[in-house]
């Protein structure tokens, strides 16, 4: 016997291998479904153990090739492997092309690889609004680990850290000199850095300047992040890099980062929530409350500032009394 | 059926099964659907009819739309339609394009492709069809 009974039917199916039921509620999920908020619920309380590994880097520099190469990898050792891969909404039509299956080598009758690619939605930061409770839903169905791609990111996506538990940063010869790796933003973020494609001319360049990057500043809590050169033509590299993950994730573990990081995840993604939640009310109330459409035509006369108003606003409508 | 109650955008997986290479037919129409507001799972070149089933499963599409120019449709389609079928997924709506000849297209019809379109279908009679097969419309 594993776990609760009480769990709904479609939770228990998910938890005991039904892709279907995974796949059906992962697209109920995306689309914001009200039906299933009781079936994540039940399955929260079995996630939050397993390594969930973020694999981002700006686009073409291979992240669906590592993937499938280290899909590979952990599939030789026996591991089961549950994917979210994110690609581009149009911002025009709102349809996407979701290419990143067709990298994918895998026995089709393999239940040990579940697959899942998903469109961005209009969200930034390099995941779709949704990723991360699809994230969690792998982790309930049990998979040994859980890896997120991102969309091909920019300086400043860095959702992807607000997820995984490792964060690999893959990069290419090329991208430019070593000012680039003093940048704030998606060099910040990297617990691994891979650089791929390392069979290219420049690949020693890339990995001094970012190993220069490193041993500038002090040590993040106490990790200084790898720098693993990659092929995935040749393949090399592949079993370092998944020695550096998991050397982090061990990290993890062994200094208690783990639940700490954690905590600060979900104390981020609960007020998320609630900053979204309210400025839709808000938005709404401000349209459709008398009192509240006052306050507007106020800022809109320049009688007020919007800073002061949202001050007032929340000072008299949210503060607890 | 086939949207059962779904508010999200259009799913549907586009695959070229079989060992042709020949992939711009499949990625005109993979744009178009795109352009119509579709997440399209683009699936490539050289899938077996297994790895089809797996991936619109997984991917939990409300349409499969496959391209071929090899010949082997009559072999490969069918196959596809019966691995669906005994996934309890008969229900998932299947259409066609490529070089099949008339006598093969009313023989797949009626084994339970949707549609089929030849060369010279526009891509708005593709775009219109997929949107009335993913509403469940025979």
């Keep these: 016997m594993t776990g609760s009974p009480r769990l709904p039917p479609v939770a228990r199916a998910i938890v005991d291998g039904d892709r279907r039921a995974l796949a059906r509620t992962i697209s109920a999920v ?8 009781g079936i994540v619920r039940s399955l929260y309380p079995r996630t939050g153990r397993t390594p969930v590994i973020g694999l981002t880097g700006p686009l073409g520099v291979g992240k669906s090739s590592l993937l499938s190469v280290l899909i590979g990898q952990l599939r030789a050792r026996g591991k089961t492997v549950g994917v979210v891969a994110v690609d581009p909404s149009s911002p025009y039509s709102g349809g996407s092309v979701l290419g990143d299956r ?52 920019g300086q400043v996506d860095v959702a992807i850290r607000g997820v995984a538990t490792t964060s690999v940063v893959i990069l290419v010869p090329h991208l430019g000199d070593e000012v680039q790796t003093l940048k704030a933003g998606l060099f910040e973020i990297a617990d691994v850095f891979c650089v791929n494609k390392a069979d290219l001319p420049g690949a020693d360049l890339a990995a001094k300047d970012l190993s220069e990057l490193v041993a ?34 061990q990290f993890l573990d062994s200094t ?19 900053k979204d939640r309210m400025g839709r009310e808000v938005a709404e109330r401000l349209t ?34 | 059926m086939a949207r059962r109650g779904r508010t999200g955008p259009i799913r549907v997986l586009i695959a070229k099964p079989g060992l042709d290479g020949h992939d711009r037919g499949a990625k005109v129409v993979a744009r178009a659907l ?21 991936a619109a499963l997984e991917e939990d ?10 010949g082997a449709h009559m072999a490969l389609f069918p196959k596809i339609l019966v691995l669906l079928k005994a996934e309890k997924a ?18 797949l019809k009626k084994a339970g492709i949707k549609a089929i379109f030849g060369p010279g279908t526009t891509l708005q009679e593709i775009v219109t069809t997929a949107q009335r097969l993913a509403r469940g419309a025979a």
């Design chain 1, 30 to 37: 995306e689309n914001g479904d009200p039906r299933v908020a």
């Design chain 1, 102 to 153: 067709i990298r994918l080598e895998r026995k089709a009758n393999d239940d040990g690889v579940f697959f899942r690619s998903m469109a961005s939605r209009g969200e930034a930061g390099g995941i779709a609004a949704s990723t991360r409770e699809v994230a969690r839903l792998l982790d309930a169905a049990g998979f040994d680990v859980v890896f997120v791609e991102t969309v091909g990111s």
């Design chain 1, 216 to 249: 500038l500043g002090a040590a993040r809590d106490g990790w200084a992040p790898p720098i693993v050169p990659t092929s995935t033509t040749t393949p090399s590299g592949i079993e370092e890099l998944w020695t550096a993950i998991d050397a982090h994730e």
């Design chain 1, 256 to 274: 208690g980062q783990r639940t700490q990081h954690e905590r600060a995840r979900l104390s981020a993604e609960i007020a998320e929530r609630v």
């Design chain 1, 288 to 321: 459709r409350d008398p009192e509240l459409r006052r306050l507007l035509d106020r800022v809109v006369a320049r009688t007020l500032d919007p800073a002061t108003a949202a001050e007032e606003l929340f000072r008299t409508h949210y503060a607890p009394k």
């Design chain 2, 34 to 54: 795109r352009d119509a507001g579709m997440e399209v799972i683009y699936a490539g070149l050289r899938q077996t009819p297994e790895e089809v089933v797996r």
């Design chain 2, 61 to 70: 599409v409300d349409l499969i739309g496959l391209s071929i120019l090899s």
């Design chain 2, 90 to 107: 008969g229900n998932i709506p299947v259409f066609a394009g490529g070089i099949i000849p008339d006598e093969d297209a009313r023989r």
